[in-house]
């Protein structure tokens, strides 16, 4: 029976099961239960919407003039003030595209950031979502509503992948919109120049934000592990095919490969910022239990 239950965290099965919400839920229910309690302080400072009286409710909160207007008793309920504003920033660009063994990065990371913003929500913070290439594709601010999880669903579901990628700048524009400290997690491939993506994390650290790097790979992309001649393509500009013999460049792929990873790691470490190198091979527990790690 465990075992069964495990497989339920293995990216390919994840894929083949199409409700977002439904994945989302399985990852992190099934590593959640008694490990993060709620850390909101249960007072609250904006109000939200009314609800029917139930018994059990706090009669301190009635709403007497809705019930002196329509003879009935209703809860004032507002949105919990949290210890965490996290925002969500999906790369949605044309790289993300690509899969080596059927499972896509922008997938897998699709189900990484629904599973971050189901445990955000279930934990009464608040969650946003920013989607982006070289441009945000979408944004939802950060809400603790306990229904906000089908809307941030949503527009990871209606988003494909597609454009070119430009990081640096969406981090700094998307710097510049929050106004609140917070959480800012970017789930990303990084395929792009490291100078600005860095420049851009370091100004959300500035603003003292806690920030999270979920990095993004294809084991493919790691080890390069192809025989015989290939077509590599550019998924972005579809400018630049080459042909070449992986086993006359896999030990300096490897090598290339390694050192921006390190370079990331570290630049990331020196300026306090959470960093997590991910293959599309590793288990969502796995991916999601770094994050809950380094939470705690």
Same mark, same amino acid.
């Given at each position: $029976? ?24 399985? &990852?992190?229910?099934?590593? $959640?239960?008694?490990?993060?309690? !709620? ?23 009635? =709403? ?8 009935? #008793? ?22 993300? =595209? ?9 997938? #897998? +990371? ?24 070289? @441009? ?7 809400? /603790? ?7 941030? &669903? ?21 710097? +510049?919109?929050?106004?609140? @400290?917070? $959480? ?35 084991? /493919? ?6 025989? +015989? ?15 070449? =013999? ?10 290339? &490969? ?5 370079? $990331? ?5 020196? !300026? ?16 999601? /239990? ?7």
């Amino acid at each position: $029976m465990a075992n069964r239950e495990k497989n339920y965290f293995d990216p390919k099965v994840l894929a083949g099961i199409s409700n977002l919400s439904l994945r989302a839920r399985w &990852v992190v229910e099934g590593i $959640m239960s008694g490990i993060h309690r !709620s850390r909101s302080k249960g007072f609250s400072v904006e109000f939200e919407e009314h609800r029917e009286y139930s018994p059990g409710d706090e009669i301190r909160r009635i =709403d007497w003039k809705a019930l002196g207007k329509f003879d009935r #008793y209703f809860i004032k309920e507002y949105e919990d003030e949290t210890n965490l504003r996290a925002h969500l920033l999906l790369d949605t660009s044309a790289s993300m =595209d690509y899969t080596s063994d059927g499972l896509t990065k922008f997938d #897998y +990371g699709c189900t990484l950031t629904a599973s971050l913003a189901y445990l955000i929500l279930r934990q009464q913070d608040a969650a946003g979502l920013v989607t982006f290439s070289d @441009r945000i594709e979408s944004f939802i601010p950060p809400r /603790a509503k306990r229904d906000y999880l089908p809307q941030i &669903v949503h527009a990871l579901e209606t988003r494909r992948p597609g454009g070119e990628t430009n990081v640096g700048k969406i981090l700094e524009e998307i710097a +510049g919109q929050i106004k609140r @400290r917070g $959480m800012v997690i970017l789930v990303s491939d990084l395929l792009d120049e490291p100078a600005p993506i860095l420049k851009g994390l370091r100004l959300f650290r500035f603003k003292g934000n806690d920030v999270i790097v979920f990095h993004i790979l294809d084991q /493919a992309e790691l080890d390069l592990p192809f025989e +015989g001649n290939i077509l590599f393509e550019d998924l972005e500009t579809a400018n630049l095919n080459v042909i070449a =013999d992986p086993r006359a460049i896999r030990q300096t792929y490897r090598q290339v &490969v390694e050192e921006f990873t390190n370079h $990331m790691r570290k630049e990331c470490h020196d !300026s306090s910022i959470d960093y997590q190198l991910i293959s599309t091979s590793t288990p969502l527990d796995r991916a999601l /239990a770094s994050y809950l790690s380094w939470r705690e």
